[in-house]
């Protein structure tokens, strides 16, 4: 009896101190915060995508299980992924309506106790915000209205939007509209045209700035817009991508759904490049045309080669330096190895092997496929396989070739000292130029030209196939040369020895024994084939409708081709392959020389989708196959190259 009496004794204090534990026992939840996945947690649990992650604190005296989250009926566990901190749970939300829905959570002590916690949870769809007119990356004349629409996804609206115009260098105005109150669901414009208008030669982005009803701010940049009134600049071909490369044949161009295409000049149609491999992103990407298809690099160091209708990924990080015909060349990326690739064998041939070489490595490819390269390391250009040319203080730029003729550039820290190798293996001395950019010389049918200092400002220098030497500008500000990645050196002289090149933020032509010819602004990249000088800016080729050779008609030039031209339905008629494009080179002396005019950074522009049928009036414009007095509305369509404001490594030395 004794012992049964003890027993109850020691359960009624146990029952009597679970009781006064139970008493005391408390459970508590704070910080309930989400994310859609990409482990960036809010407090204000407003989501997008599919998925909603939750991150609870809870806590209580005599510890805490389990906790859950309820939410639309559907109830998970959440819990601690290490042995404290908070707890997490994810919700697969993808049939859930956007808008605000309750969120119910539920922590447990050891004892049944529990505390709940109610909150809201929006899942929330970005609205579509889109420039309609002029559209993306268009070329404009004049300064016409610039239309955006902002079209929020229900039950929210776009309740104020308002846009910001700015180039490189200055503010031209903004304006912000606002939903009338009790207007009916429906997208809310902006149309309003930047002051002061803008100049020739000049990019614009519209930095747009969104207030949703539910009080949610978001922002983004659409554009550019370049702004061009040359009536010398006549439309050839618009294709529905930024152009990469073209030859008299066909056009390279890559789409903004990171697609690449083919644009057969004569008939006009299309071949998409089969589906890259999944890991690149071409983005930011340059690339050149070859006989079996094209080679291309993307904006995250791979290099690809289409042949055959068929990607093949020579490198995964590296650089692809120079295309010419079959053969190619590309360095890994931290330069010490240096390849030439067939692209019909598809073999890699080594050019270069020195590993820990802090040097730069450039080269160029003659059109029969013989290979010139140089370092700043070394004195001289080495021709693979056979001999050197040059040895000259100072460090070696980028070698060019023609196939006839070799130069270089050797830099000293202040003078750039440009030599020419004939094919007869005389040494001719070009000239010195100021420190600018080391993209200094032209090749082309045995015509050389050059930079050459007059002490003040670099100038444009012409040397014949016979040996003469001609002075092309007189400007007092130093002229540089229209080049391109992949096409440095090759593209500015005519079969004539007609040199294009670039002076104040415009364009020119010059020709011994005359004044340059300015054809318009520095937008875009020039080349010569077949005689004519064209234009490339964005996703349109122009020609150049010179004084001295007019361009013949066009039948492919006309309404279809114009910037902000009204089409079929409107001036929101849908345009295929809308794309984007940087804003063009700062062509700035005092620097270090490269391979290339220095690149201020790409702004972060946003690609506008589909053209809408909101009946705007669109840009005033005239025909592309018709030129324009000034201040009309000569336009043409332009699109943007992305990524080809990618620069090469900063290449300066102590």
Do not use: C
């Given at each position: 009896m004794r012992n049964f009496r003890n027993l109850m004794s020691a359960a009624l204090a146990s029952v009597l101190s679970l009781a006064a534990a139970a008493a005391q026992a408390e459970v508590a939840i704070w910080d309930v915060m989400a994310s859609d996945g990409n482990g960036e947690f809010d407090s204000r649990l407003v989501v997008q995508g599919d998925t909603l992650v939750l991150r609870v604190s809870a806590a209580g005296t005599g510890g805490v299980y389990p906790v859950e989250a309820e939410l639309e009926g559907v109830r998970i566990e959440l819990v601690r992924p290490g042995d404290e901190g908070p707890f997490e749970g994810t919700f697969d939300i993808s049939d859930l309506a956007y808008g605000p829905h309750r969120l119910t959570i539920r922590a447990y002590d050891l004892f049944g106790d529990a505390e709940t916690v109610e909150k809201t949870v929006e899942r929330y769809a970005a609205p579509l915000i889109r420039m309609t007119s002029p559209l993306p990356s268009s070329t404009v004349a004049g300064n016409p209205r610039v239309y955006i629409q902002c079209l929020g996804t229900a039950p929210y609206e776009c309740a104020q939007l308002c846009g910001y115009f700015r180039t490189q260098t200055r503010d031209l105005g903004s304006q912000c509209f606002a939903r009338q109150a009790g207007a009916p669901p429906g997208p809310l414009w902006f149309a309003a045209a930047?002051?002061?208008?803008?100049?020739?030669?000049?990019?614009?982005?519209?930095?747009?700035?969104?207030?949703?009803?539910?009080?949610?701010?978001?922002?983004?940049?659409?554009?550019?817009?370049?702004?061009?009134?040359?009536?010398?600049?006549?439309?050839?071909?618009?294709?529905?991508?930024?152009?990469?490369?073209?030859?008299?044949?066909?056009?390279?161009?890559?789409?903004?759904?990171?697609?690449?295409?083919?644009?057969?000049?004569?008939?006009?149609?299309?071949?998409?490049?089969?589906?890259?491999?999944?890991?690149?992103?071409?983005?930011?990407?340059?690339?050149?045309?070859?006989?079996?298809?094209?080679?291309?690099?993307?904006?995250?160091?791979?290099?690809?080669?289409?042949?055959?209708?068929?990607?093949?990924?020579?490198?995964?990080?590296?650089?692809?330096?120079?295309?010419?015909?079959?053969?190619?060349?590309?360095?890994?990326?931290?330069?010490?190895?240096?390849?030439?690739?067939?692209?019909?064998?598809?073999?890699?041939?080594?050019?270069?092997?020195?590993?820990?070489?802090?040097?730069?490595?450039?080269?160029?490819?003659?059109?029969?496929?013989?290979?010139?390269?140089?370092?700043?390391?070394?004195?001289?250009?080495?021709?693979?396989?056979?001999?050197?040319?040059?040895?000259?203080?100072?460090?070696?730029?980028?070698?060019?070739?023609?196939?006839?003729?070799?130069?270089?550039?050797?830099?000293?820290?202040?003078?750039?000292?440009?030599?020419?190798?004939?094919?007869?293996?005389?040494?001719?001395?070009?000239?010195?130029?100021?420190?600018?950019?080391?993209?200094?010389?032209?090749?082309?049918?045995?015509?050389?030209?050059?930079?050459?200092?007059?002490?003040?400002?670099?100038?444009?220098?012409?040397?014949?196939?016979?040996?003469?030497?001609?002075?092309?500008?007189?400007?007092?500000?130093?002229?540089?040369?229209?080049?391109?990645?992949?096409?440095?050196?090759?593209?500015?002289?005519?079969?004539?020895?007609?040199?294009?090149?670039?002076?104040?933020?415009?364009?020119?032509?010059?020709?011994?024994?005359?004044?340059?010819?300015?054809?318009?602004?520095?937008?875009?990249?020039?080349?010569?084939?077949?005689?004519?000088?064209?234009?490339?800016?964005?996703?349109?080729?122009?020609?150049?409708?010179?004084?001295?050779?007019?361009?013949?008609?066009?039948?492919?030039?006309?309404?279809?081709?114009?910037?902000?031209?009204?089409?079929?339905?409107?001036?929101d008629a849908p345009i295929a392959g809308e794309a984007q494009e940087p804003a063009p080179a700062a062509l700035l002396p005092g620097h270090e020389p490269d391979a290339l005019p220095v690149l201020d950074d790409a702004p972060a522009l946003q690609l506008a989708g589909d053209a809408s049928s909101g009946g705007l009036p669109a840009g005033v414009g005239c025909s592309a196959g018709r030129s324009a007095a000034p201040g009309s509305g000569l336009a043409a369509l332009a699109a943007a190259i992305a990524g080809l404001a990618a620069a090469r490594r900063d290449r300066r030395r102590a």
């Open positions: 930047p002051s002061p208008a803008p100049l020739p030669g000049e990019v614009v982005t519209v930095s747009v700035s969104v207030r949703l009803s539910n009080d949610r701010e978001l922002g983004r940049t659409l554009g550019p817009l370049y702004y061009e009134s040359s009536p010398k600049l006549v439309a050839l071909h618009s294709v529905p991508g930024a152009i990469l490369d073209f030859d008299a044949t066909r056009i390279l161009f890559l789409d903004h759904y990171q697609r690449l295409g083919v644009f057969d000049r004569a008939t006009q149609e299309m071949r998409w490049a089969a589906t890259l491999p999944p890991d690149p992103s071409i983005g930011s990407s340059y690339g050149a045309l070859t006989p079996y298809g094209a080679a291309v690099q993307s904006g995250t160091g791979r290099v690809f080669v289409w042949r055959d209708g068929v990607w093949r990924k020579i490198v995964t990080t590296g650089r692809l330096d120079a295309v010419s015909g079959d053969t190619l060349v590309w360095t890994t990326d931290d330069e010490d190895r240096a390849y030439a690739h067939t692209v019909s064998t598809g073999i890699n041939t080594p050019l270069w092997n020195r590993p820990g070489t802090v040097t730069p490595f450039q080269t160029d490819i003659s059109p029969s496929g013989d290979i010139y390269y140089a370092t700043y390391e070394e004195p001289w250009i080495r021709r693979f396989g056979v001999s050197r040319l040059g040895y000259h203080p100072g460090k070696l730029q980028r070698p060019i070739t023609d196939g006839m003729n070799v130069a270089g550039r050797w830099w000293n820290g202040s003078t750039s000292s440009s030599y020419l190798f004939t094919a007869d293996g005389e040494e001719v001395f070009l000239g010195d130029s100021i420190s600018g950019n080391s993209a200094g010389l032209l090749l082309h049918a045995g015509y050389a030209g050059f930079l050459r200092s007059d002490g003040a400002a670099n100038q444009v220098w012409l040397r014949t196939p016979e040996g003469e030497m001609y002075q092309l500008s007189n400007f007092a500000a130093s002229s540089l040369f229209d080049q391109q990645k992949l096409r440095v050196g090759h593209d500015g002289i005519s079969d004539d020895g007609e040199v294009l090149f670039l002076n104040g933020g415009k364009r020119y032509i010059g020709r011994p024994g005359v004044e340059p010819e300015e054809i318009g602004s520095a937008l875009g990249h020039a080349r010569w084939v077949d005689g004519n000088a064209l234009v490339t800016i964005g996703n349109t080729l122009f020609q150049v409708v010179s004084e001295a050779a007019p361009a013949a008609p066009s039948a492919e030039t006309g309404e279809a081709l114009l910037a902000g031209a009204a089409g079929p339905d409107g001036p």
